[in-house]
């Protein structure tokens, strides 16, 4: 990784998630020392708390139930990232429930677009999130964003995305997927995604498949790597602070190999980080695991 200018982001959006609680995410890893530690590693960084859009809005409600105020957020995040970009500096976005990805990558994806760059979108996540409104047995918006980006689901989201903001599926790497719905299997399976469950990860070697990834991100005229990491990706003995852990998950050892092949490749552009729920990583061992991977991911050599 070489030392740039990095735009902190913190999008406290926690209606689409299932759980109260992801929206205090950012505020707490502030407070934690998110941004002090890119600045020991010599970073230049400008943090900003995104302002709540819809600020009167209806009481936490679980289900399909908050999709104004998720498109009012993506909306304002979409606008957002673009700046970061052209202010030449890397976005690292940090959630809030995995919903905000649709306006982050839509963002990244239209930046792509007008600038000719190649987009790669690496989603490290336990779920599949390619649900829709009519495939969601629960209703949670954090379930549908990489359905929606990719074409697929509720028109107001498609709209809000737009035709630039589209991702091609087969520029997007789905690592680590161990839970999906039926319905969500299906569409995921006819989508043209690059999916790959813990099985073959092991398989094959995390950093081997990752690396293989990347060298054909590489070959695209001004490679953009997009890395969206939802915090319940890893291992759910590692993931207690977000509201959906799942077992047999990556170890902290395996997301650390991947983390070094990103740093190494000098690919990575822009980021999502998301899912941290507060109220539920009580001893906080989510966050200090969150910090020590950071720190593989962007140490300066
Ligand atoms: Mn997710």
């Given at each position: 990784m070489k030392?740039?200018?990095i735009?902190?982001r913190?999008?406290?959006?926690?209606?689409?998630a299932g759980?109260?609680g992801s929206?205090?995410?950012?505020e707490?890893?502030?407070?934690k020392g998110i941004?002090?530690?890119?600045?020991?590693m010599?970073?230049d960084?400008?943090?900003?708390?995104l302002p709540d859009?819809?600020?009167?809005?209806?009481?936490?409600?679980?289900?399909?139930?908050?999709?104004?105020?998720?498109?009012a957020?993506?909306?304002q995040?979409?606008k957002e990232?673009?700046?970061?970009l052209?202010?030449?500096?890397?976005?690292?976005?940090?959630?809030?429930d995995?919903?905000?990805?649709m306006g982050s990558?839509?963002?990244?994806?239209?930046?792509c677009?007008a600038?000719?760059?190649?987009?790669?979108?690496?989603?490290?996540d336990?779920?599949?999130?390619?649900?829709?409104?009519e495939?969601?047995?629960?209703?949670?918006i954090h379930?549908?964003?990489l359905a929606?980006l990719?074409?697929?689901?509720d028109?107001d989201?498609?709209?809000?995305i737009?035709?630039?903001?589209?991702?091609?599926?087969?520029d997007?790497?789905?690592?680590?997927?161990?839970?999906?719905?039926a319905?969500?299997e299906?569409?995921?399976?006819s989508?043209g995604?690059?999916?790959y469950?813990?099985e073959v990860?092991?398989l094959l070697?995390?950093?081997?498949?990752?690396?293989?990834?990347?060298?054909?991100?590489?070959?695209?005229?001004?490679?953009?790597?997009h890395?969206?990491?939802d915090?319940?990706?890893?291992?759910?003995?590692?993931?207690?602070?977000?509201?959906?852990?799942?077992?047999?998950?990556?170890?902290y050892?395996?997301?650390?190999?991947?983390?070094?092949v990103?740093n190494?490749?000098?690919?990575l552009?822009?980021?999502?980080?998301v899912e941290?729920?507060?109220?539920?990583?009580?001893?906080t061992?989510?966050?200090?695991?969150?910090?020590?991977?950071?720190?593989?991911?962007?140490?300066v050599?």
């Amino acid at each position: 990784m070489k030392r740039q200018k990095i735009s902190l982001r913190g999008v406290p959006c926690g209606v689409g998630a299932g759980q109260w609680g992801s929206s205090f995410g950012p505020e707490a890893l502030f407070k934690k020392g998110i941004k002090a530690r890119f600045e020991s590693m010599g970073f230049d960084v400008n943090w900003r708390l995104l302002p709540d859009p819809l600020p009167h809005k209806e009481p936490f409600i679980s289900g399909f139930q908050h999709k104004e105020a998720v498109l009012a957020w993506c909306e304002q995040l979409q606008k957002e990232i673009q700046n970061c970009l052209a202010d030449h500096s890397l976005p690292v976005i940090i959630g809030g429930d995995h919903s905000i990805s649709m306006g982050s990558l839509s963002g990244v994806a239209q930046y792509c677009e007008a600038n000719d760059h190649s987009l790669t979108v690496v989603w490290l996540d336990a779920h599949g999130d390619f649900n829709t409104s009519e495939t969601s047995q629960s209703g949670h918006i954090h379930g549908m964003p990489l359905a929606s980006l990719c074409g697929h689901g509720d028109g107001d989201f498609l709209s809000m995305i737009g035709k630039t903001g589209k991702i091609n599926p087969k520029d997007v790497h789905l690592l680590g997927v161990r839970d999906l719905d039926a319905q969500e299997e299906h569409l995921l399976a006819s989508s043209g995604v690059h999916t790959y469950p813990m099985e073959v990860l092991r398989l094959l070697g995390f950093g081997t498949v990752l690396q293989d990834i990347l060298e054909k991100a590489r070959l695209k005229p001004s490679p953009h790597v997009h890395l969206s990491f939802d915090l319940d990706f890893m291992d759910a003995s590692l993931a207690q602070g977000t509201g959906t852990p799942v077992p047999n998950g990556p170890t902290y050892g395996e997301v650390k190999e991947l983390f070094q092949v990103i740093n190494k490749s000098d690919l990575l552009k822009s980021m999502d980080i998301v899912e941290y729920n507060p109220l539920l990583d009580g001893q906080t061992q989510t966050a200090e695991v969150l910090f020590e991977l950071l720190t593989v991911l962007f140490s300066v050599s």
